[in-house]
């Protein structure tokens, strides 16, 4: 039962760390707002949630395997979703230095 609530809770903050960087994203791609005060979040919270992204991946993972990824698990979704914004951030951080370099 315990390890079914650690599960959900890793689900949940998975998902809410996936909604600020696709926030991000779209604020930096689509919607450009350029408010000082938007900004100062952005700053103060992309770095700690870098982190915290990471340190849930492994965490993830850890739970992953421990449930031999069931689809059904909540560990399965949190890893996924986890592993999808990675690669989108990382992706993205990449696709701007390589477009930086080639001016």
């Known amino acids: 039962m315990l390890k079914k609530i650690i599960n959900q809770k890793l689900?949940?903050?998975?998902?809410?760390?996936?909604g600020y960087f696709v926030l991000l994203w779209i604020?930096?791609?689509?919607?450009?707002?350029?408010?000082?005060?938007?900004?100062?979040?952005q700053e103060l919270l992309t770095i700690p949630l870098l982190i915290?992204?990471?340190?849930l991946f492994i965490l993830s993972?850890?739970?992953?395997?421990?449930?031999?990824?069931?689809m059904k698990k909540y560990s399965f979704w949190a890893f996924f979703t986890?592993?999808?914004?990675?690669?989108?951030?990382?992706?993205s951080l990449f696709l701007v230095i390589f477009k930086n370099l080639k001016k």
Do not use: P
């Open 82 to 91: 986890l592993l999808i914004t990675i690669l989108l951030s990382f992706g």
């Open 11 to 18: 689900f949940y903050l998975s998902l809410c760390v996936a």
């Open 52 to 55: 915290v992204l990471l340190f």
């Open 27 to 41: 604020n930096a791609y689509a919607i450009k707002f350029n408010f000082v005060l938007i900004g100062f979040f």
């Open 61 to 70: 993972v850890k739970y992953c395997i421990d449930d031999k990824f069931r």
